[in-house]
Nanobody, 126 residues
Framework: VQLVESGGGLVQAGGSLRLSCAAS???????????MGWFRQAPEKEREFVAA????????YYSDSVKGRFTISRDNAVNTVYLQMNSLKPEDTAVYFC?????????????????WGQGTQVTVSS
């Protein structure tokens, strides 16, 4: 499975960005369903969980730092997960990574997903 993120960029504090992550690959067709999520890593910091979503979209998880500002969603028809980021803060600056796993959403939430994208840079200026 290949994951390709897009939508990153430079935005002023208080602004919005929408990240996308498209999944592809022959392995993808072997999964009846798969959970997806977003993580981020700021310079000199460890990677941290941002949000996760189940195959159906019914179950979602968010980190406390983004709850109420970010929204994760997905469109299974095009194998894509989105992260709508509103009210951005300078501390949201990081490389954002997409993750996917054919198992339980909790695996994604714990950072144990099988598949990861290369990341997209998000920079929020003050």
């Amino acid at each position: 499975v290949q994951l390709v993120e897009s939508g990153g960029g430079l935005v002023q504090a208080g602004g919005s960005l929408r990240l996308s992550c498209a999944a592809s690959g022959r392995t993808l067709s072997t999964y009846n369903n798969y959970a997806m999520g977003w993580f981020r890593q700021a310079p000199e910091k460890e990677r941290e969980f941002v949000a996760a979503i189940s195959w159906s979209g019914v179950t979602t998880y968010y980190s406390d730092s983004v709850k109420g500002r970010f929204t994760i969603s997905r469109d299974n028809a095009v194998n894509t997960v989105y992260l709508q980021m509103n009210s951005l803060k300078p501390e949201d600056t990081a490389v954002y990574f997409c993750a996917a796993d054919g198992g339980n959403i909790l695996l994604v939430r714990r950072g144990e997903a099988d598949y990861w994208g290369q990341g997209t840079q998000v920079t929020v200026s003050s």
